[in-house]
């Protein structure tokens, strides 16, 4: 058996093996030859530092399944292939009382092609006259990608998906609507440089307490900043079917920042649209952890 290793220098590329080889060779024929007549085994590894980066040479190929591919993406665009869990609080001014809302954001990619999100709402309010708090809603959403490309020069994902909502049943609280729902979607994401463009549609209707049947239209931008930080402007247009066709529409705007790839933090302010407007205005923070 021998030992030998070897060195061997580019400008950019340095690279250092290791070979352990046995056989018997015929004649003293080097078997690194591969017309060589010998019976050998080889037991090579290589490594290269390409300008201070690794890469072996028997690593894996890239997947696009592994955060570091999903970490560019930003979790405020619910069709972006992110797992993440946000902590986010609002409130909001109802014309003379208010509501606050806690909750957890969350979403994970099963498959490259598959997204859950779930969210988890916990109510404190006033509707009614005196201080009422308690859960409001648990939602789960799984959003599928069944094609990407481009148009032009945007590259393009469709998701298609529903919402299965479960309310907790306090509505007498003034806490939800006390309905429980399915809402089927579609959207595209567009990407273009640092900017990212999102229409939806999306369809809420009850099948269990109080009626609900409202289509909500859905348009987000959201535009990669300086220094890690993002804007978003969140736009929803929904029509109330059986509310009279009122159309309580609303916009978020969002400020933020990644501190790190795994963590960051913003702002939000929101305003309410028109005659039907839900609310007059509204503030809130949210704390981001992506994994």
Not at 24 to 35: L, R, T
Not at 123 to 138: K, L, N, R
Not at 212 to 221: D, E, G, M, N
Request: charge should be negative.
């Amino acid at each position: 058996m021998r030992k030998a290793m070897a060195k061997c220098r580019h400008p950019r590329i340095t690279c250092l093996m290791l070979v352990l080889a046995s056989g018997h060779a015929y004649a003293q024929e080097n078997a690194s030859s591969p017309f060589a007549s010998t019976n050998n085994t080889d037991l090579r590894y290589q490594f290269f530092a390409l300008d201070g980066s690794d890469l072996s040479e028997n690593e894996e190929e890239d997947t696009g399944t592994g955060s570091d591919q999903v970490a560019h993406e930003n979790a405020s665009n619910p069709l972006a292939a992110v797992n993440n869990t946000d902590f986010r609080y609002q409130f909001l001014d109802l014309d003379g009382s208010d509501r606050s809302d806690f909750w957890v954001d969350g979403s994970y990619m099963l498959t490259p092609k598959l997204k859950i999100k779930y969210e988890l709402h916990y109510w404190e309010t006033d509707v009614t006259g005196s201080s009422e708090s308690d859960f409001e809603s648990f939602h789960l959403k799984p959003i599928y990608f069944p094609t990407q490309g481009e148009w032009g020069s945007w590259k393009y994902k469709l998701a298609v998906g529903a919402e299965w909502i479960v309310g907790f049943g306090n509505e007498d609280e003034g806490i939800g609507t006390g309905s429980d729902q399915i809402a089927p979607l579609v959207g595209l994401a567009f990407v273009k440089g640092d900017t990212v463009l999102v229409p939806l549609v999306q369809h809420f209707q009850s099948y269990d307490g109080p009626d609900v049947s409202t289509t909500a239209f859905r348009l987000i931008a959201i535009q990669s900043l300086p220094k890690d930080f993002w804007g978003k402007l969140d736009a929803i247009v929904p029509i109330e079917w059986k509310n009279g066709n009122a159309v309580p529409a609303t916009a978020e705007v969002q400020l933020g920042k990644m501190f790190s790839p795994s963590f960051g933090v913003y702002v939000d302010g929101l305003v309410g649209i028109g005659g039907d407007r839900p609310y007059d205005w509204g503030v809130g923070v949210g704390i981001r952890f992506n994994y």
